[in-house]
């Protein structure tokens, strides 16, 4: 009789990841290729050391964060009320390393000058999908000391800056960014909290109804000086208050509530009631919106690098199984169709990071005070449409993963559903999708940043370009034809409204396009990329985003008149 090998005995290898600086091969031509060579080398041993510790540490603590998730506590035994909330172990290591890291000090030490944020974007960049999104906190904290630089007093210039962007995790200190209410998500001028004169100050009455991070030391937020009035939109003001006094007891804050999140479940995000807080002002009163979206324009760049991270690690993950699983007499990794669909993500990560690591580049020059008006407006531009495509693509990147691991990938205790969850955020929160291709017509047309993409993309198709490289180079002017002929044609600003989406999506892969031509143009081994700019273009550049506005995007309207 036939011998059985005993196959109940058999038992599936961990896929772990490696060093996630070194085995990034993409990640390291990119910064041979735009940061200087001396830049580098004194950076590189740093992010070798920090890609060991992705795939090992890291990842223990965030798994240790999102199965203990953080508590609240309203009462003591005695009945004082008391909102205390407990935190994992673990996200309290995450924020010790980003802090020692240097996550946000990089930034503002520029001590890399202009490529400064380069290099501390690629540190979030591989930490953000081993973090349980710790880098919730440090986006809003960024943001923080940027709105500080920009607009605050010798106060705040003073101890909360220097805390924000400190090194130390005893100084360290994380800010809040509260804008949304029970009124207002998008329309934050719906807003019904209100500031009152307190001496030279304000005490701040409300309700604040998503606030991520509520254990962070201090938080910016928005407050209307005046009483609401019939048909008038609210002007509001931005306010800076510390969470607790110096006794230790929360600033006139109610916590009512932690949120019963679909992800992001290690970050304690709360409900809370503004029963007087003391708070400052910072800039000019009633141009609130305008302030604070000096913090959210960074928040949205960690967004887009963060859903980088996630298609990174989506890609990551399911490679290191190729390897480890057999099936079908070979390793998975060996069976075309899997493979297919690993280079898919491959492409997806590096395309988008082609873009993510370009905006982190424009910012670099603008807080260094190099970058020109174009590459400023440009930034503009880029920033809510590189939010709103990158998040998308990370929702699919990581429903993907799932399905590479089969049933292990939808079992909790794998650790991969948790990718699919906290991606899931990344397309609403910092602005959805919708609003966000609004916010990209206010650039476009209120900041020059149609005209600053139209110059850019001429200086970029001006350069010289080796014969191998002369197809990609007709192929992309024509696709920058279509565009531009595409938005020229819109007839009424209703028409640009409806079309906004799409045009978004295509300005996304339109830029990726570019960046790839420019990539390939300045790295000598071309040809390790050609196929993916191939792909780019004759797969994801399809037209189909445009096509589908011209189809739909008034149907929609008319749809919703009715
Ligand atoms: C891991 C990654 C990091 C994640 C961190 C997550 C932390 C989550 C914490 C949160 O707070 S989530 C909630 C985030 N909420 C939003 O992002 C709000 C989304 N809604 C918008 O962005 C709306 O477009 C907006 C609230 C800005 C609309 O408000 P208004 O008052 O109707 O805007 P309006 O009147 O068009 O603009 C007011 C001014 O702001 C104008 O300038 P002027 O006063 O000079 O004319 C605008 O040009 C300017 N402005 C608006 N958006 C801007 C901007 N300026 C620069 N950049 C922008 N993005």
């Known amino acids: 009789m036939k011998k059985h090998t005993p196959y109940s005995d058999f038992i599936q290898q961990v896929p772990h990841l490696g060093n996630e600086f070194e085995d990034d091969f993409f990640l390291n031509d990119y910064l041979r290729t735009y940061m200087p ?41 005695w009945g004082n009320r008391v909102d205390e909330i407990t935190l994992a172990d673990g996200w309290i290591q995450l924020e010790r390393v980003a802090a020692e890291d240097g996550l946000v000090a990089i930034a503002y030490e520029r001590e890399q000058k202009e490529y400064s944020r380069l290099y501390q974007f690629v540190k979030l960049y591989m930490y953000t999908a081993s973090s349980a999104i710790y880098t919730c906190p440090l986006a809003m904290t960024d943001g923080a000391a940027r709105l500080i630089e920009i607009f605050g007093d010798k106060f705040l210039k003073g101890e909360p800056f220097d805390g924000l962007t400190s090194r130390d995790p005893k100084k360290f200190k994380t800010s809040g960014q509260w804008m949304t209410e029970r009124t207002g998500g998008s329309d934050v ?49 931005v306010f800076h208050l510390p969470i607790r006094n110096p006794d230790g007891k929360l600033n006139g804050i109610v916590v009512e509530a932690l ?36 913090l959210f324009n960074i928040t949205r760049i960690y967004n887009t ?58 910012l670099g020059k603008e807080e260094c005070n190099l970058a020109s008006e174009t590459e400023q407006s440009l930034l503009r531009l880029l920033t ?23 049933g292990m990938g939808y079992l909790e205790d794998s650790g991969i559903p948790s990718i699919l969850r906290d991606t899931q955020t990344l397309s609403i929160w910092e602005g959805t999708t919708n609003v966000l291709s609004l ?23 001006k350069q010289n370009y080796p014969a191998s490289l002369t197809d990609f180079h007709t192929r992309i002017s024509i696709k920058l ?37 420019d990539f390939l143009r300045l790295h000598p081994k071309k040809e390790e990329y050609t196929q993916t700019l191939n792909y780019w273009l004759t797969y994801k550049m399809s037209d189909a985003s445009l096509n589908e506005a011209e189809v739909l995007g008034f149907v929609k309207t008319e749809t919703i008149k009715s």
């Open 37 to 77: 060579a001396q830049t580098l080398a004194e950076i590189k041993p740093d992010l070798k050391r920090f890609g060991g510790r992705v795939g090992r540490d890291f990842l223990v603590w965030a798994r240790e964060a999102e199965v203990n998730e953080p508590t609240l506590t309203q009462f003591d035994a």
């Open 189 to 237: 001028a719906r807003s019904m909290t209100f500031a009152y004169p307190d001496g030279e100050h304000y005490e701040l009455k409300g309700h604040k109804w998503f606030t991520s991070a509520i254990t962070a030391d201090m938080a910016f937020t928005l407050a209307s000086t005046e009483q609401p009035q019939e048909g008038k939109r609210a002007s509001l003001s």
């Open 259 to 294: 949120k019963d999140k679909l992800g992001t479940r290690a970050l304690p995000t709360a409900q809370l009631e503004l029963t007087g807080a003391k708070a400052r002002l910072v800039g000019e009163k009633g141009k609130g919106v305008k302030t604070i979206s000096t």
């Open 305 to 362: 690098v963060s859903a980088i991270s996630y298609m990174r690690r989506a890609y990551a993950l399911p490679k290191a199984y190729a390897t480890q699983r057999e099936a079908f007499g070979k390793n998975i990794g060996k069976h075309v169709l899997y493979e297919k669909s690993l280079k898919k993500l491959e492409i997806t990560y590096q395309s988008n990071l082609i873009l993510g690591l370009f905006l982190t580049r424009l």
């Open 384 to 406: 809510p449409v590189a939010k709103l495509y990158t998040a998308k693509q990370a929702i699919k990147s990581a429903s993907e993963c799932i399905e590479m691991f089969g």
């Open 439 to 461: 916010d990209m017509l206010r650039a476009a047309e209120k900041e020059n940043g149609l005209n600053a993409f139209a110059v850019y993309s001429k200086e970029l198709m």
């Open 481 to 517: 034809n279509t565009f531009f002929g595409f938005v020229s044609s819109a007839k009424s600003a209703e028409d640009m409204v409806a079309s906004s989406r799409d045009v978004a999506f295509y300005l996304a892969e339109l830029t990726i396009a570019l960046l790839w031509l």
